[in-house]
């Protein structure tokens, strides 16, 4: 058996903008000890320049071809904890790349939860939601990827009522669970 954190699984989290996957992976990392990844900080870097910015002025299909080339190197990079944008699973290459280093999972959260979260942003920081009707366009986005982030995702945690740290003991637990069953 192995010891090494490096070797171990690494745990992905999926999921809607809003949903909390940026602030349960830092716990987790915390937690458990695991490199933490931000996919959307990969493409900044990568970019360098900021998401509204990419998406203002390459549109969002250059966009994705980052998000795309990150996803790969991530899916290299074991014993990580990941927070992805929440279009990832748009491409299904994305996901055939994840799923190599580690287990997929779905924070799900209502649309009126996801709205809540979303609100007290400052600035446009999710081009996507840049719109008048923000909850209307919550839910379309949401009846459409609903159902992928359920088809791809190992597990689904609810988080709607969960706190943070809550959610990340879940989710350590799950993935100890899970690697216990793979020994
Ligand atoms: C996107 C979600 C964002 C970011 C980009 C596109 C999406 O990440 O990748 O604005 O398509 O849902 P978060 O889910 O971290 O907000």
Do not use: W
Not at 39 to 47: L, P, R
């Amino acid at each position: 058996m192995t010891t090494n954190m490096d070797q171990t699984q690494s745990i992905i989290l999926i999921g809607f903008m809003g949903c909390g996957k940026t602030s349960i992976a830092k716990q987790i990392s915390k937690k458990a000890n695991l490199r933490y990844i931000d996919t959307d900080n990969e493409i900044v870097s990568t970019a360098q320049m900021s998401i509204p910015h990419i998406f203002e002025k390459y549109g969002e299909s250059y966009f994705r071809q980052i998000e795309a080339a990150v996803a790969e190197r991530t899916g290299r990079q074991p014993g990580c904890v990941v927070a992805t944008g929440g279009g990832i699973i748009k491409n299904p290459d994305n996901i055939v790349n994840l799923k190599k280093s580690g287990i997929l999972i779905y924070l799900k959260a209502s649309a009126e939860k996801l709205y809540a979260n979303i609100s007290g942003d400052q600035g446009q920081l999710r081009p996507l939601l840049d719109t008048p009707d923000k909850m209307d366009r919550i839910r379309s986005l949401l009846a459409e990827r609903d159902p992928l982030y359920l088809q791809y995702s190992d597990f689904v945690l609810d988080t709607s009522a969960l706190s943070v740290a809550d959610a990340a003991d879940a989710i350590i637990e799950k993935h100890l669970t899970h690697i216990k069953r793979k020994q």
